[in-house]
């Protein structure tokens, strides 16, 4: 199991360090266009190995694909993070030109690759990649909700005052501060809904910190968070490494799901050898599918710039 990172920075060398500590995977390349820091990324988390127990091959390159060719899985970190102040959408200038390069460039090197695009406006980014590759809708995948996803159950964990273990909830939506849909109706504390336990108004504060989860850490780090970002990749790296069938919330082409198509928008999939392996389509509320289909105008509307 070969995975590349294209892009050495912190959510690139965070997710790197999260997948060899996992140690499902036989290598990692590491790849970034600034001359040494790649290679310099990848010799510093092996000198982590022996004190971390892991024996995946971590390497670094400056800007040669062939060393990425044969990759089972690619991860697209690269490109501009935001600053404060700044929105995802802001930084589709400069960040299409490069996401556009990096996937053709992987796909050009390993065929059968499947692609997992973190670069932001993430929903655009997806979509851009699907149009420059041509490849099938189950090998490129966006990663948004799965940490939007994991910001909702640090949020509802704090409300209800409950281990994190006992918490779950899902963000469905765009990647983007307006456009996230958590599915607070949906979000429980050991299999009994949250709303047993907090009103309505507690919940609907839950949901608009939940929203802001980005911006906030982005104001208070003065750039993009990695932490957070680096785990979420590497979960779904490991669920379509491992086969495990896992259902994560991620940015899919859709083609009628959800009375959707056209777009790549965040939904429930179940995540295995194939990438994605089934989209699956869950009972929305009246209001529930409401935000969806407002959020999907926001990124189609995001998704027109591309052209512009």
């Not at 510093?44 to 800007?63: E, R």
């Not at 509802?156 to 409950?162: C, K, P, V, Y």
């Not at 469905?172 to 979000?187: E, F, Q």
């Not at 802001?212 to 490991?238: C, D, E, F, R």
């Amino acid at each position: 199991m070969k995975v590349t990172v294209v892009g050495a920075g912190a959510v690139g060398a965070s997710c790197a360090e999260y997948i060899a500590i996992k140690d499902f995977a036989s290598e990692v390349v590491l790849l970034d266009i600034k001359e040494g820091y790649a290679e310099g990324k990848a010799m510093d988390l092996m000198q982590t190995a022996s004190l971390n127990g892991f024996d995946t091959k971590i390497t670094g390159s400056t800007s040669d694909y062939s060393k990425t060719a044969g990759s089972d899985i690619a991860v697209i970190t690269s490109g501009i993070p935001r600053k404060p102040g700044m929105t995802r959408e802001e930084l589709i200038g400069i960040n299409a030109g490069i996401v556009k390069s990096v996937a053709t460039s992987l796909v050009e090197h390993s065929p059968n690759v499947i692609l997992i695009v973190v670069s932001n406006p993430m929903d655009t980014m997806t979509y851009l990649t699907h149009k420059v590759t041509g490849l099938p809708k189950n090998r490129i995948i966006g990663m948004g909700g799965a940490l939007d996803s994991a910001r909702f159950k640090y949020r509802l964990a704090e409300a209800l005052e409950a281990p994190i273990s006992d918490v779950d909830g899902m963000v469905i939506g765009g990647h983007s501060d307006k456009g996230m849909v958590p599915l607070t109706r949906l979000a429980t504390r050991n299999s009994v809904p949250a709303s047993e336990f907090l009103s309505e108004e507690r919940l609907q504060q839950v949901l608009e910190d939940t929203k802001v989860g980005g911006a906030t850490l982005t104001k208070l780090l003065g750039t993009s968070a990695w932490y957070a970002p680096g785990a979420a990749v590497s979960g779904l790296v490991q669920a379509i490494a491992c086969d495990q069938k896992k259902i994560f919330p991620c940015s899919t082409l859709l083609d009628g799901e959800y009375g959707l198509s056209d777009l790549c928008i965040g939904v429930p999939v179940v995540l295995g050898s194939n990438g994605i392996e089934k989209i699956v389509e869950i009972n929305l509320s009246d209001a529930e599918r409401a935000h969806l289909e407002e959020s999907a105008a926001g990124v189609k509307k995001t998704n027109s710039l591309l052209d512009a």
